[in-house]
């Protein structure tokens, strides 16, 4: 079965860190570009973060790696804000595209999504 499944997502308090994990069954991740996604109730989905053939890669407050072994991708959350709140989605695209764009393509899989909520 092709699937992507996130992981990791959870309550925090502001200023706190978590880890997500995006892995794949069905297929391999290796040459993808991954992108992370997020939406918050009430709001537009945006994009996160992005990772292509490295270093090609999208982090901000954000990292974004790859560990091809485990067939997973991660984001790497620091320094977590009120404002992060919202249900976090990966998407993988097969081949690789600059990250300028990622936020525009159409991606072959979709994760179900994992909430992350920063509060005191």
């Known amino acids: 079965q092709v699937q992507l499944v996130e992981s990791g997502g959870g309550l925090v308090q502001p200023g706190g860190s978590l880890r997500l994990s995006c892995a794949a069954s069905?297929?391999?991740?290796?040459?993808?570009?991954i992108g992370w996604f997020r939406q918050a109730p009430g709001k537009e989905r945006e994009g996160v973060s992005c990772?292509?053939s490295s270093p090609d890669s999208v982090n901000g407050r954000f990292t974004i790696s790859r560990d091809n072994a485990k067939n997973t991708v991660y984001l790497q959350m620091n320094n977590l804000k009120p404002e992060d709140t919202a249900v976090y989605y990966c998407?993988?695209?097969?081949?690789?595209?600059?990250?300028?764009?990622?936020?525009?393509?159409?991606?072959?899989?979709w994760g179900q999504g994992t909430q992350v909520t920063v509060s005191s």
């Open positions: 998407a993988a695209m097969r081949g690789f595209y600059s990250c300028l764009s990622y936020v525009d393509l159409e991606y072959d899989y």
């Open positions: 990772l292509s």
């Open positions: 069905g297929f391999t991740l290796d040459y993808y570009t």
